[in-house]
């Protein structure tokens, strides 16, 4: 097995955070974590599961919670940089946007995060479009979640359409699609963003959607811009490995998709 491994779609909280965001999407989702969404927790599972290198992908739901996620994400960043990365966070239509997009380059995170459902906006939305402009000129990355939720919401915000919208309005913009490019709506997926400009993530995928059609998508879309990524702590790391190799892609795609794609793209851009 490979014993290079990243990790480009785990979730952890500051401690005295963790307890609540459990309790709170547990209840939201009726499921049950894996582990605690905690530092602690995440380098115990790496470790099990053979992971080189994990990294952080924040949510904010205010733009209260914008600075304190930011600068935690840069200390456990500056502290565990041999085995942590992290995108960091904004919300639409805050006004200092500039300033934490600054503080997330020089902070040596890759991008930002973002979650329409959660934040309540349409990626094509105008009010993202200072944000997007102001990633382009940092050469970072923007991670979206994609497509519908765990449980029924009422309204989906992270819709394909308007993905490609962006894609179109911002042809520089870095993105990557998680959950194989929208979760539970993979026939659109397959009609409208494989073979597309975006780079898209394995996470919460696998167990969800069959072998046989990861592997398509896997053909299709290429290689070069799939990442692979858990969910942790929603998800199994090991199980998600484990569920990865019995794909049998072979080892040159193995390669890129758990370590090279994302050592090129994410850790070294």
């Not at 974590?33 to 599961?49: G, I, K, N, Q, T």
């Not at 969800?208 to 290689?223: A, Q, T, V």
């Not at 990524?229 to 080892?251: C, I, M, N, T, Y």
Request: glycine share 6%.
């Amino acid at each position: 097995m490979n014993n290079k491994i990243v990790d480009i779609h785990v979730h952890v909280y500051p401690e005295y955070l963790s307890k609540k965001v459990v309790e709170r999407l547990e209840n939201r989702y009726d499921i049950k974590f894996v582990a605690r969404p905690c530092l602690e927790d995440l380098l115990e599972s790496m470790e099990s599961s053979k992971i080189s290198y994990s990294v952080i992908q924040p949510v904010s739901t205010s733009i209260g919670q914008v600075k304190p996620i930011n600068d935690w994400l840069v200390g456990v960043v500056k502290k565990y940089s041999s085995k942590i990365g992290a995108f960091g966070t904004v919300y639409p239509g805050m006004s200092n946007y500039r300033k934490e997009i600054e503080k997330i380059k020089l902070g040596g995170l890759s991008g930002i995060k973002m979650h329409p459902n959660f934040q309540k906006f349409f990626p094509h939305e105008e009010i993202m479009s200072p944000i997007y402009q102001e990633l382009i000129k940092n050469d970072l990355w923007v991670l979206f979640h994609s497509g519908c939720e765990i449980a029924p919401i009422e309204k989906i915000y992270a819709e394909i359409d308007s993905f490609l919208i962006l894609r179109d309005k911002f042809p520089q913009l870095k993105i990557i699609l998680a959950h194989m490019g929208g979760y539970k709506v993979w026939d659109e997926v397959e009609d409208k963003i494989i073979g597309k400009e975006f780079y898209l993530d394995l996470s919460y995928t696998m167990g969800f959607l069959s072998s046989d059609r990861i592997k398509l998508f896997i053909d299709k879309h290429g290689p070069d811009k799939i990442f692979f990524g858990s969910d942790f702590p929603v998800a199994s790391v090991k199980e998600q490995v484990e569920s990865f190799f019995r794909l049998e892609l072979g080892k040159e795609i193995e390669d890129k998709i758990l370590y090279l794609n994302a050592k090129k793209e994410i850790l070294e851009s």
